[in-house]
């Protein structure tokens, strides 16, 4: 915005740099995964080594830094997770939290943050950089771009990426602590970490995750990138048509995408932040969501709040943070 007068005669920047691939390619790519959606999501039948940096001290604990190399073949790169531990904790349990996208934790300087609470509960914070983001950006594009500009693929290619690492992060976590281990997110973060729930059912069981914990989603994926307000500033949906793709085609994939059936652990274990006012996961395919999982009531907050705003209630209402930190308690009593 401030330098924008450099371009000179009004010029117009585009929000996104398109490289929609067309329905041929996607299914040359991803054919296989709609006859065999296990193998798509499957964990990596061996775990990378896992490094971690060294350890400094934060607000409430240690912070530190893990890197492997992405068990996904598309990906090629490595994966960078900072965690946030507390302190003088014995065998925490931990939460692996997924950000949202064109969201990149290390660009929020000064901000009050939720992770800190949880670590003054006990609770061990591992926040995953998605794919596209962060130490992850590909040269030229702003972090999440390559998500939205190789639409419907770039959600396809994330989510697919995205599960074998978490898997990974849920093997670390579990061979460096006897605490549960619970996954979550806000916004792309939650789609990931509810399409996870759902999928670990095909898993071993030590990379079953114990608790869920969403804030800002919805129930199909479809909601989000045709009625969302992010997907229609953008302009998804025309770019999408103009290379070819029907609501019909598209919608093929974008069903892959979704929780298949309840999530692995019981719906007493899962929690959700929602916000009447969310029009960017929309909120009625959020509620949708948690009633056919029979959510309990005592786990769903529901604030008037949008889809920016809710995360930031965080910080004023430890509601859902309190229950979280009740849930692992009665899981590691259990």
């Not at 000179?8 to 054919?31: D, H, K, N, Y």
């Not at 079953?208 to 129930?219: E, I, K």
């Not at 307000?229 to 999408?240: E, S």
Request: net charge negative.
């Amino acid at each position: 915005r401030h330098f924008r007068f450099l371009l000179g005669g009004g010029r117009r920047i585009p929000l996104v740099r398109w490289e929609i691939p067309s329905p041929a390619e996607v299914e040359e790519i991803f054919g296989y995964a709609l006859e065999d959606s296990t193998r798509a999501f499957a964990p990596p039948e061996h775990m990378p080594d896992v490094t971690e940096s060294q350890r400094v001290p934060g607000p409430a604990g240690d912070e530190y830094w893990l890197r492997f190399a992405s068990p996904a073949e598309r990906m090629g790169d490595d994966v960078y997770a900072r965690v946030f531990e507390p302190k003088g904790g014995i065998d925490p349990p931990t939460l692996i939290f997924g950000h949202g996208v064109c969201v990149e934790f290390d660009h929020w300087h000064g901000l009050i943050d939720e992770v800190y609470d949880l670590c003054r509960a006990g609770i061990r914070v591992v926040r995953p950089e998605a794919p596209w983001h962060g130490r992850r950006v590909p040269d030229g594009r702003y972090g999440g771009e390559a998500f939205m500009s190789r639409a419907p693929i770039g959600a396809i290619d994330i989510f697919t990426a995205e599960m074998p690492e978490w898997a990974v992060l849920i093997d670390w976590a579990r061979r460096t602590s006897q605490g549960p281990v619970g996954v979550g997110g806000s916004s792309l973060g939650a789609l990931a970490a509810q399409l996870l729930s759902t999928r670990a059912r095909d898993w071993a069981s030590h990379l079953q995750p114990d608790a869920l914990f969403l804030v800002t989603h919805c129930g199909k994926v479809e909601d989000a990138a045709v009625r969302g307000a992010l997907a229609q500033v953008w302009g998804t949906h025309a770019a999408t048509r103009a290379n070819g793709w029907t609501e019909t085609e598209a919608n093929r994939w974008r069903g892959l995408l979704d929780p298949q059936g309840p999530p692995v652990m019981g719906a007493e274990n899962v929690v959700s932040v929602l916000g009447q006012r969310d029009i960017v996961t929309p909120y009625d395919s959020g509620i949708e969501l948690i009633d056919s999982w029979n959510v309990p009531q005592r786990n769903r907050f529901i604030w008037r709040r949008g889809h920016f705003s809710v995360p930031m209630g965080l910080i004023r209402d430890h509601g859902p943070l309190d229950r979280l930190t009740e849930i692992f308690a009665a899981l590691r009593t259990g």
